[in-house]
């Protein structure tokens, strides 16, 4: 099966905003769970519900379907189209009172006081490094067992108002084969203006779907159950959105 022949996994995406360069300590606590940690993230949360609770729909003409999806598993992995640069803004809100963990690019630690919040409300750096890359992947491994949910970008790169679902890489799989935790898929899918968003708005409105939850096959060995979740996945999501969203490409 060819899911997708374009290389559109790379960061090419440039805001005009600069990291500073970021090198994580040796004893660096990708999931953090002191308590001080755990009471400030809550707050920090709840605000950004808040504070995005009007401009979600104002703005950005957002809709939540699907929702009722996350009631069924304790804990899972989550996977996403990645098209904005709010999306993981949105993603986590969608989910609250749970918690969610959303993976993102170590350089993202080096926008100071952004960073600082995004680390806050549950953003948590792929690291560059072999050997604390390693550790990352035990300690995201750990938190799954935890039954917690973690949000991992398969499509790796951000490319916004991206009008296809792209190709994936299969970072997501092993860890869900590896803990054998399920996967509930979810597409970012934009929408025409309708009635008073007409008057004002000339980018497309933005609905967050959140899909039926995904179980990996426990009876294939490693390699063929990593390669059923890439397609059965990829195919799941790409599906919906052509039926689903307004633009196609």
Known sequence: MVINVQDDNIHTYDNGFHPKPVKLKENYKFYNLNIFFRITSIIIIWLTV???????????????????????????ITISNHVLQQDAFLTVSSFVPKKLYVTMLESNLGFGIVSKYLRMAG?????????????????????????????IYPEAALKPYNYHIRNFKEGA????????????????????????????????????????????????????????MHEDLFKIMDDFYKKTSDYND
């Open 173 to 228: 799989f092993h860890i869900a084969y590896s803990t054998k935790m399920p996967i509930i898929p979810m597409v970012i899918t934009f929408h025409q203006p309708k009635g008073i968003y007409k008057l004002y708005k000339k980018k497309p409105l933005i609905h967050l779907n959140i899909l039926e939850p995904y179980f990996p096959d426990s009876t294939l060995n490693k390699k063929e159950a990593i390669q059923k």
């Open 50 to 76: 808040f504070i995005l609770f009007f401009v979600k729909r104002i703005c950005w003409g957002f809709k939540l379907k699907g929702r009722q999806n996350i009631k069924k598993v304790k804990g899972a």
């Open 123 to 151: 953003a948590v750096p792929i690291p560059n490094d072999r050997h604390l890359f390693k550790r990352f992947l035990e300690e995201t491994k750990a938190i799954l067992n935890k039954h917690k949910f973690v949000h």
